[in-house]
Protein backbone atom coordinates (compact mmCIF):
# COMPACT_ATOMS: atom_id res chain seq x y z
CA UNK A 1 0.00 0.00 0.00
CA UNK A 2 0.86 3.61 -0.37
CA UNK A 3 2.13 5.61 2.28
CA UNK A 4 -0.77 7.25 1.94
CA UNK A 5 -3.49 6.33 4.52
CA UNK A 6 -6.99 4.96 3.43
CA UNK A 7 -9.87 6.82 4.13
CA UNK A 8 -13.42 6.82 3.88
CA UNK A 9 -13.16 9.81 2.24
CA UNK A 10 -11.21 8.82 -0.71
CA UNK A 11 -14.62 6.64 -1.28
CA UNK A 12 -17.25 8.91 -0.91
CA UNK A 13 -18.43 11.98 -3.15
CA UNK A 14 -18.02 15.22 -2.20
CA UNK A 15 -21.24 16.26 -3.57
CA UNK A 16 -24.64 15.31 -3.57
CA UNK A 17 -24.91 12.72 -6.89
CA UNK A 18 -27.46 14.13 -9.80
CA UNK A 19 -31.16 12.80 -10.69
CA UNK A 20 -30.74 9.11 -11.92
CA UNK A 21 -31.07 9.58 -15.69
CA UNK A 22 -33.51 6.65 -17.31
CA UNK A 23 -30.84 4.85 -19.16
CA UNK A 24 -28.77 4.61 -16.19
CA UNK A 25 -31.61 3.51 -13.87
CA UNK A 26 -32.24 0.69 -16.87
CA UNK A 27 -28.83 -0.43 -16.40
CA UNK A 28 -28.73 -0.98 -12.85
CA UNK A 29 -32.26 -2.35 -12.77
CA UNK A 30 -30.62 -4.99 -15.54
CA UNK A 31 -27.39 -6.04 -13.34
CA UNK A 32 -29.65 -6.26 -10.12
CA UNK A 33 -31.96 -8.56 -11.76
CA UNK A 34 -28.96 -10.64 -13.85
CA UNK A 35 -27.73 -11.02 -9.89
CA UNK A 36 -31.28 -12.87 -9.01
CA UNK A 37 -31.23 -14.91 -12.02
CA UNK A 38 -27.89 -16.21 -11.49
CA UNK A 39 -28.69 -16.81 -7.79
CA UNK A 40 -32.02 -18.57 -8.68
CA UNK A 41 -30.26 -21.09 -11.08
CA UNK A 42 -27.61 -21.84 -8.80
CA UNK A 43 -29.78 -22.84 -5.84
CA UNK A 44 -32.06 -25.33 -8.65
CA UNK A 45 -31.46 -28.86 -7.51
CA UNK A 46 -30.24 -30.57 -10.13
CA UNK A 47 -32.12 -33.36 -11.96
CA UNK A 48 -28.73 -35.03 -13.27
CA UNK A 49 -25.63 -35.43 -11.66
CA UNK A 50 -22.94 -34.21 -13.58
CA UNK A 51 -19.41 -34.14 -12.62
CA UNK A 52 -15.87 -34.17 -14.74
CA UNK A 53 -13.70 -35.63 -12.61
CA UNK A 54 -13.85 -38.09 -9.23
CA UNK A 55 -15.76 -36.79 -6.46
CA UNK A 56 -13.66 -35.51 -3.44
CA UNK A 57 -14.60 -37.74 -0.62
CA UNK A 58 -17.66 -36.95 1.15
CA UNK A 59 -18.70 -34.87 -1.42
CA UNK A 60 -21.25 -36.03 -4.36
CA UNK A 61 -20.15 -35.71 -7.56
CA UNK A 62 -22.03 -33.20 -9.14
CA UNK A 63 -20.34 -30.74 -6.94
CA UNK A 64 -16.70 -31.79 -7.88
CA UNK A 65 -14.49 -29.59 -10.30
CA UNK A 66 -14.78 -31.06 -13.83
CA UNK A 67 -14.77 -30.12 -17.31
CA UNK A 68 -17.35 -27.49 -17.82
CA UNK A 69 -18.41 -24.04 -18.91
CA UNK A 70 -19.91 -21.36 -16.42
CA UNK A 71 -21.46 -17.56 -16.84
CA UNK A 72 -21.66 -15.70 -13.58
CA UNK A 73 -22.11 -12.30 -12.64
CA UNK A 74 -21.05 -9.96 -9.62
CA UNK A 75 -21.10 -6.95 -7.64
CA UNK A 76 -18.04 -5.49 -5.48
CA UNK A 77 -16.03 -2.59 -4.06
CA UNK A 78 -12.69 -1.59 -5.69
CA UNK A 79 -10.30 0.87 -4.16
CA UNK A 80 -7.93 2.69 -6.43
CA UNK A 81 -4.71 4.31 -5.56
CA UNK A 82 -3.75 8.29 -6.01
CA UNK A 83 -2.35 8.39 -9.52
CA UNK A 84 -0.74 11.88 -11.18
CA UNK A 85 -3.30 13.17 -13.94
CA UNK A 86 -2.00 14.58 -17.69
CA UNK A 87 -3.34 16.84 -19.82
CA UNK A 88 -1.38 17.90 -23.22
CA UNK A 89 -2.75 19.63 -26.48
CA UNK A 90 0.94 21.14 -28.51
CA UNK A 91 0.90 24.69 -27.85
CA UNK A 92 -2.17 25.30 -25.04
CA UNK A 93 -2.01 22.67 -22.37
CA UNK A 94 0.49 20.76 -20.57
CA UNK A 95 -0.51 20.07 -17.08
CA UNK A 96 -0.15 17.70 -14.36
CA UNK A 97 -2.67 17.32 -11.26
CA UNK A 98 -0.47 15.08 -8.98
CA UNK A 99 -1.66 12.63 -6.81
CA UNK A 100 -5.54 12.64 -7.31
CA UNK A 101 -7.25 10.78 -4.59
CA UNK A 102 -9.42 8.98 -7.46
CA UNK A 103 -13.05 7.48 -5.07
CA UNK A 104 -15.33 4.99 -6.80
CA UNK A 105 -18.72 4.80 -5.31
CA UNK A 106 -19.20 1.67 -6.15
CA UNK A 107 -23.29 1.31 -5.21
CA UNK A 108 -24.02 4.37 -6.34
CA UNK A 109 -25.54 4.29 -9.82
CA UNK A 110 -24.15 2.91 -12.00
CA UNK A 111 -23.13 -0.24 -9.62
CA UNK A 112 -19.88 -1.57 -10.17
CA UNK A 113 -20.78 -5.17 -11.68
CA UNK A 114 -19.29 -7.64 -14.13
CA UNK A 115 -20.06 -10.77 -15.80
CA UNK A 116 -17.70 -13.40 -16.82
CA UNK A 117 -17.85 -16.43 -19.38
CA UNK A 118 -15.36 -19.56 -17.89
CA UNK A 119 -14.53 -22.45 -19.49
CA UNK A 120 -12.34 -25.39 -17.98
CA UNK A 121 -10.83 -28.50 -19.20
CA UNK A 122 -10.80 -32.25 -18.39
CA UNK A 123 -10.02 -32.76 -14.63
CA UNK A 124 -11.22 -28.84 -14.12
CA UNK A 125 -7.87 -27.63 -13.33
CA UNK A 126 -7.11 -25.30 -15.90
CA UNK A 127 -9.27 -23.26 -17.67
CA UNK A 128 -10.13 -19.63 -19.44
CA UNK A 129 -11.94 -17.14 -18.65
CA UNK A 130 -13.54 -13.59 -20.32
CA UNK A 131 -14.17 -11.17 -17.89
CA UNK A 132 -15.66 -7.51 -18.23
CA UNK A 133 -15.88 -5.22 -15.17
CA UNK A 134 -17.52 -1.78 -14.59
CA UNK A 135 -15.82 0.05 -12.02
CA UNK A 136 -15.43 3.74 -11.69
CA UNK A 137 -13.51 6.74 -11.07
CA UNK A 138 -14.06 10.41 -9.82
CA UNK A 139 -11.68 13.03 -9.07
CA UNK A 140 -12.86 14.76 -5.89
CA UNK A 141 -13.47 18.54 -7.01
CA UNK A 142 -13.30 20.01 -4.16
CA UNK A 143 -10.16 19.28 -2.33
CA UNK A 144 -6.72 21.60 -2.66
CA UNK A 145 -4.60 19.38 -5.26
CA UNK A 146 -1.01 19.79 -6.44
CA UNK A 147 -0.86 21.53 -10.18
CA UNK A 148 2.10 21.84 -11.91
CA UNK A 149 2.55 23.06 -16.05
CA UNK A 150 0.72 25.62 -18.09
CA UNK A 151 -3.42 25.41 -18.62
CA UNK A 152 -4.73 27.29 -21.75
CA UNK A 153 -0.96 28.72 -22.26
CA UNK A 154 -0.46 30.12 -18.62
CA UNK A 155 1.08 28.96 -15.45
CA UNK A 156 -0.99 27.11 -13.46
CA UNK A 157 -1.16 27.65 -9.97
CA UNK A 158 0.90 25.44 -7.13
CA UNK A 159 -2.56 24.43 -5.21
CA UNK A 160 -5.69 24.57 -6.99
CA UNK A 161 -9.39 22.93 -6.57
CA UNK A 162 -9.82 20.40 -9.56
CA UNK A 163 -13.57 22.33 -9.71
CA UNK A 164 -11.48 25.64 -10.20
CA UNK A 165 -10.84 24.47 -13.47
CA UNK A 166 -12.65 21.23 -14.89
CA UNK A 167 -16.60 21.23 -14.76
CA UNK A 168 -16.22 17.27 -14.96
CA UNK A 169 -13.16 15.00 -14.48
CA UNK A 170 -14.27 11.12 -14.27
CA UNK A 171 -14.69 7.66 -15.50
CA UNK A 172 -18.08 6.82 -14.39
CA UNK A 173 -19.81 4.80 -17.00
CA UNK A 174 -17.37 3.52 -16.24
CA UNK A 175 -13.82 2.48 -16.14
CA UNK A 176 -14.53 -0.93 -17.74
CA UNK A 177 -11.98 -3.45 -18.51
CA UNK A 178 -12.78 -6.20 -20.97
CA UNK A 179 -9.74 -9.45 -19.88
CA UNK A 180 -8.63 -12.58 -20.98
CA UNK A 181 -7.51 -14.72 -18.60
CA UNK A 182 -6.07 -17.99 -17.41
CA UNK A 183 -7.37 -20.06 -14.51
CA UNK A 184 -5.86 -22.44 -12.43
CA UNK A 185 -7.47 -24.24 -9.49
CA UNK A 186 -5.97 -25.38 -6.42
CA UNK A 187 -6.90 -28.28 -4.47
CA UNK A 188 -10.08 -28.59 -3.45
CA UNK A 189 -12.12 -29.22 -0.02
CA UNK A 190 -15.30 -30.42 0.56
CA UNK A 191 -17.51 -27.97 -2.10
CA UNK A 192 -15.00 -25.27 -1.58
CA UNK A 193 -12.30 -24.96 -4.77
CA UNK A 194 -9.79 -22.23 -4.45
CA UNK A 195 -8.23 -20.92 -7.70
CA UNK A 196 -5.99 -18.29 -9.08
CA UNK A 197 -5.95 -16.66 -12.59
CA UNK A 198 -3.84 -14.05 -14.31
CA UNK A 199 -4.70 -12.10 -17.56
CA UNK A 200 -4.99 -8.55 -19.96
CA UNK A 201 -6.86 -6.76 -22.25
CA UNK A 202 -8.36 -3.19 -23.29
CA UNK A 203 -9.79 -0.78 -21.44
CA UNK A 204 -13.29 0.42 -22.85
CA UNK A 205 -14.05 3.73 -20.23
CA UNK A 206 -16.71 5.89 -20.50
CA UNK A 207 -14.85 9.31 -20.12
CA UNK A 208 -16.73 12.69 -19.12
CA UNK A 209 -14.15 15.52 -18.78
CA UNK A 210 -15.17 18.88 -18.97
CA UNK A 211 -12.15 21.46 -18.93
CA UNK A 212 -14.00 25.14 -18.40
CA UNK A 213 -12.75 26.54 -20.85
CA UNK A 214 -13.55 24.06 -23.47
CA UNK A 215 -16.57 24.59 -25.63
CA UNK A 216 -18.10 21.58 -24.84
CA UNK A 217 -17.38 18.03 -22.72
CA UNK A 218 -15.88 14.56 -24.09
CA UNK A 219 -18.36 12.59 -22.95
CA UNK A 220 -18.12 8.84 -24.58
CA UNK A 221 -16.83 5.64 -24.47
CA UNK A 222 -13.29 5.04 -25.43
CA UNK A 223 -10.65 2.51 -26.20
CA UNK A 224 -7.78 4.07 -24.13
CA UNK A 225 -5.45 1.41 -23.67
CA UNK A 226 -3.64 -2.45 -22.15
CA UNK A 227 -4.99 -3.35 -18.45
CA UNK A 228 -3.98 -6.30 -16.49
CA UNK A 229 -5.16 -8.40 -13.83
CA UNK A 230 -4.11 -10.90 -11.31
CA UNK A 231 -7.06 -12.51 -9.19
CA UNK A 232 -7.31 -15.27 -6.61
CA UNK A 233 -10.74 -16.40 -4.98
CA UNK A 234 -12.79 -19.78 -3.58
CA UNK A 235 -15.99 -21.08 -5.04
CA UNK A 236 -18.32 -22.93 -2.83
CA UNK A 237 -20.13 -25.21 -5.27
CA UNK A 238 -23.54 -25.97 -5.48
CA UNK A 239 -25.35 -29.19 -8.00
CA UNK A 240 -26.29 -26.47 -10.67
CA UNK A 241 -23.71 -23.30 -10.04
CA UNK A 242 -21.30 -21.63 -7.65
CA UNK A 243 -21.06 -18.92 -4.94
CA UNK A 244 -17.68 -17.05 -5.35
CA UNK A 245 -15.55 -14.64 -3.74
CA UNK A 246 -12.82 -12.81 -5.30
CA UNK A 247 -9.52 -10.60 -4.70
CA UNK A 248 -8.62 -8.65 -7.93
CA UNK A 249 -5.66 -6.07 -8.36
CA UNK A 250 -5.54 -4.50 -11.54
CA UNK A 251 -3.32 -1.75 -13.58
CA UNK A 252 -4.86 0.06 -16.55
CA UNK A 253 -3.34 2.96 -18.26
CA UNK A 254 -5.49 5.42 -19.53
CA UNK A 255 -4.80 7.57 -23.13
CA UNK A 256 -8.05 9.49 -23.55
CA UNK A 257 -8.77 11.57 -26.60
CA UNK A 258 -10.51 14.75 -25.83
CA UNK A 259 -12.34 15.26 -28.65
CA UNK A 260 -15.86 17.30 -27.20
CA UNK A 261 -17.75 14.78 -28.56
CA UNK A 262 -21.26 13.82 -26.83
CA UNK A 263 -21.76 10.09 -27.49
CA UNK A 264 -23.24 7.51 -24.89
CA UNK A 265 -23.39 4.44 -27.21
CA UNK A 266 -20.63 2.08 -27.64
CA UNK A 267 -20.46 1.04 -31.27
CA UNK A 268 -21.15 4.55 -32.07
CA UNK A 269 -18.27 6.19 -30.37
CA UNK A 270 -15.68 3.44 -31.40
CA UNK A 271 -16.31 3.70 -35.20
CA UNK A 272 -16.18 7.48 -34.68
CA UNK A 273 -12.49 6.94 -32.55
CA UNK A 274 -11.45 4.23 -35.03
CA UNK A 275 -12.23 6.73 -37.99
CA UNK A 276 -10.10 9.42 -36.60
CA UNK A 277 -7.18 7.19 -35.59
CA UNK A 278 -7.67 6.10 -39.49
CA UNK A 279 -7.69 9.52 -40.90
CA UNK A 280 -4.17 10.73 -38.52
CA UNK A 281 -6.84 13.63 -37.16
CA UNK A 282 -5.52 14.42 -33.63
CA UNK A 283 -8.66 15.53 -31.55
CA UNK A 284 -9.22 19.13 -31.04
CA UNK A 285 -9.00 18.99 -27.13
CA UNK A 286 -5.54 16.93 -26.91
CA UNK A 287 -5.10 14.10 -24.71
CA UNK A 288 -5.85 12.92 -21.01
CA UNK A 289 -4.21 10.14 -19.45
CA UNK A 290 -3.36 8.79 -16.11
CA UNK A 291 -2.56 5.10 -14.44
CA UNK A 292 -5.39 3.37 -12.48
CA UNK A 293 -3.88 0.51 -9.92
CA UNK A 294 -6.90 -0.89 -8.18
CA UNK A 295 -7.70 -3.33 -5.45
CA UNK A 296 -10.95 -4.63 -5.98
CA UNK A 297 -13.14 -7.20 -3.91
CA UNK A 298 -15.78 -9.07 -5.27
CA UNK A 299 -18.77 -11.46 -4.63
CA UNK A 300 -20.88 -12.66 -7.51
CA UNK A 301 -23.03 -16.60 -8.39
CA UNK A 302 -22.05 -19.50 -11.67
CA UNK A 303 -24.33 -20.76 -13.66
CA UNK A 304 -22.72 -24.42 -14.71
CA UNK A 305 -23.03 -26.04 -17.91
CA UNK A 306 -21.88 -29.27 -17.81
CA UNK A 307 -21.17 -31.79 -21.94
CA UNK A 308 -23.56 -34.51 -21.92
CA UNK A 309 -20.75 -36.61 -22.68
CA UNK A 310 -19.50 -36.09 -19.01
CA UNK A 311 -22.73 -36.74 -17.22
CA UNK A 312 -23.38 -39.21 -15.22
Known sequence: MSARSFSIAAILPDQLAPAVPP????????????????????????ENSAGGSAALAGTPASYA?????????????????????????????DLTIEDIE??????????YYGARLQRWGDGGRFGTMVDFTHSKAYAPMKTDTKFEGTLDGKPAPAIAKVSEFFDKLEFSHGHNM??????????????????????????LPHSEIHLKTDPTRTYEYQMTGLNGQALAGIEFRTATGSVFFEYKFTLADYK?????????????DMWRQFSRWWS??????????????SHQV???????????????
Open 298 to 312: IGGFYVRFVPEATAK
Open 178 to 203: LTLNGLMRLSSFGRFSPYVGLGGGIS
Open 280 to 293: GAEPPGGWASTRLT
Open 23 to 46: ARALENAAAVAAMGLLVLAAALPE
Open 65 to 93: PGRESTFGAYLGAPYHYPSDFHLKKEGRH
Open 256 to 268: SPITHNDGNWLPF
Open 102 to 111: WFTNPFDNPL
